[in-house]
């Protein structure tokens, strides 16, 4: 089973600032098979990157994917209030899908 | 307006059952792979099963395989989740998530319930 590490575990960032997460795997994950989604208190997951770099619908272009191979990142350029949030990695491979175990953004 | 219902959470003593439903409006639903995913009190997201469109591939979490049994009604628009030899462990809010093709991602998610395992 891929496993997935975020970093950092929470980041203390201000409306305005840039917020770079890491989401790290333990084996090589196909770009195709590599998501990000928002989570925000007692509310469903949402889902803002999949294959890496493309955004879903309706997801403003502030948000951004990138990496390959077993390094990925999401990108927030300039944070809004509503960004303040948990954010998750997911990847699916061999029969598996994984979430890493989420980086909490919050307002410093 | 695209949604997912899940309905079926509540309260079962260890070693017993609960079966889960979800059931879909606004999507082609025969189109798509679904998913449960479960998340315990104040932790992160589990995978738990996964069924294509077709019930022809079916995937389990190793934590709950031989104790759960996912299915999907086409006709009816609807996912289960058949959970037996419940565990304290088993306790969490449990989602349904869509799985395009397209995307390779949970696309759409439920509002989810909520299953408590406690004696």
């Known amino acids: 089973e891929i496993v997935l590490t975020q970093s950092p575990g929470t980041l203390s960032l201000s409306p305005g600032e840039r917020a770079t997460l890491s989401c790290r795997a333990s084996?090589?994950?196909?770009?195709?098979?590599l998501a990000w989604y928002q989570q925000k208190p007692g509310q469903a997951p949402r889902l803002l990157i999949y294959g890496a770099s493309s955004r879903a619908t309706g997801i403003p272009d502030r948000f951004s994917g990138s990496g390959s191979g077993t390094d990925f990142t999401l990108t927030i350029s300039r944070l809004e209030p509503e960004d303040f949030a948990v954010y998750y990695c997911?990847?699916?491979?061999?029969?598996?899908?994984?979430f890493g175990p989420g980086t909490k953004v919050d307002i410093k | 307006e695209v949604q997912l219902v899940e309905s079926g959470g509540g309260l079962a003593q260890p070693g017993g059952s609960l079966r889960l439903s979800c059931t879909a409006s606004g999507i082609t639903f025969t189109t798509y792979s679904m998913s449960w995913v479960r998340q315990a009190p104040g932790k992160g997201l589990e995978w738990v099963s996964y069924i294509t469109s077709g019930s022809s591939t079916i995937f389990y979490a190793d934590s709950v395989k031989g104790r759960f049994t996912i299915s999907r009604d086409n006709a009816k628009k609807s996912l289960y989740l058949q959970m037996n030899s419940l565990r304290v462990e088993d306790t969490a809010v449990y989602y349904c998530?869509?799985?395009?093709?397209?995307?390779?991602?949970?696309?759409?998610w439920g509002q989810g319930t909520m299953v408590t395992v406690s004696s």
């Open positions: 084996q090589s994950v196909s770009s195709s098979y």
């Open positions: 997911q990847q699916y491979g061999s029969s598996s899908f994984t």
């Open positions: 998530a869509s799985w395009p093709l397209s995307l390779h991602a949970f696309d759409i």
